[in-house]
């Protein structure tokens, strides 16, 4: 994730070297800053919104595209792939990636294919197909693409990564919303929401949101407690399990 920003940032200064001065001016907001984890969350609909303006702070002169990408926290992922032998599903390659993002979701205001190139739309991830996925140890490139896209197909179909072309709503060449939902399997920790205004192919404008999740209540001292003091969880776990089996047995004997 970091070592993707600089280049993301050289490009964008490039654009705006070559597009000159009458650059539009992304003013974005989102819904929600903070979003609580407590026993029970189901998720949560994020609105993302704001205004694409001119230098002067009025409305920009030309259309533009926008596109919404949201970030989660980083985190290394081992992909196991499974093989059936003798009727049995066992263990066989496995890839280990080292920075995969562990929530990834973009909107569009169109299709991206029909707003920039491959080019512009790998170097800044704007979308599942360009998403850069840094494996470890060297490995093939084939091998490399067929582990990568069973990550983003398992992720996909757990509802942490997802697309959705043509969700963004632009007003009158000024005012844009997107609405992007977040699992309830969600890690906590800083994500990261990046919008790109986009004219004739070209990033000409970008800029970021944060919003924090964190654990709160009793989901947030079960956590503190296991980072911090492992063998006070550890002995806080065995006792519930004891508690909860002590409960279990007397309500059947009593049935």
Not at 44 to 69: C, H, K, M, N, T
Request: glycine content about 10%.
């Amino acid at each position: 994730m970091t070592g993707r920003k600089p280049l993301r940032l050289a490009s964008l200064a490039a654009c705006l070297l070559l597009l000159g001065a009458r650059d539009p001016i992304l003013v974005p907001e989102i819904s929600q800053h903070e979003i609580q984890v407590r026993q029970g969350f189901t998720g949560a609909d994020l609105l993302l919104f704001g205004a694409v303006l001119s230098p002067e702070g009025s409305r920009a002169a030309q259309d533009y595209d926008i596109v919404v990408v949201l970030e989660g926290p980083v985190q290394s992922i081992v992909l196991r792939e499974k093989q059936k032998v003798a009727g049995m599903w066992i263990n066989a390659d496995s890839l280990e990636f080292r920075s995969a993002p562990s929530y990834f979701a973009v909107a569009s205001s169109r299709p991206i294919g029909k707003i920039v190139d491959d080019k512009t739309a790998a170097i800044y991830e704007l979308g599942l197909k360009w998403l850069q996925l840094s494996p470890i140890g060297v490995i093939e490139p084939r091998e490399q693409k067929r582990f990568s896209e069973g990550l983003v197909d398992l992720m996909r179909r757990q509802g942490l990564y997802r697309e959705d072309e043509g969700s963004v709503r632009i007003s009158g060449q000024v005012l844009y919303q997107a609405r992007i939902s977040l699992p309830s399997s969600v890690q906590t920790g800083t994500y990261t929401a990046e919008t790109f205004a986009i004219r004739g192919g070209k990033v000409v404008a970008s800029a970021i949101t944060r919003v924090d999740v964190k654990k709160e209540g009793f989901e947030r001292f079960v956590a503190v407690a296991a980072e911090r003091n492992g063998w006070l969880y550890g002995l806080f776990a065995v006792v519930v399990s004891v508690g909860m089996g002590w409960i279990a047995g007397r309500l059947f004997a009593r049935g």
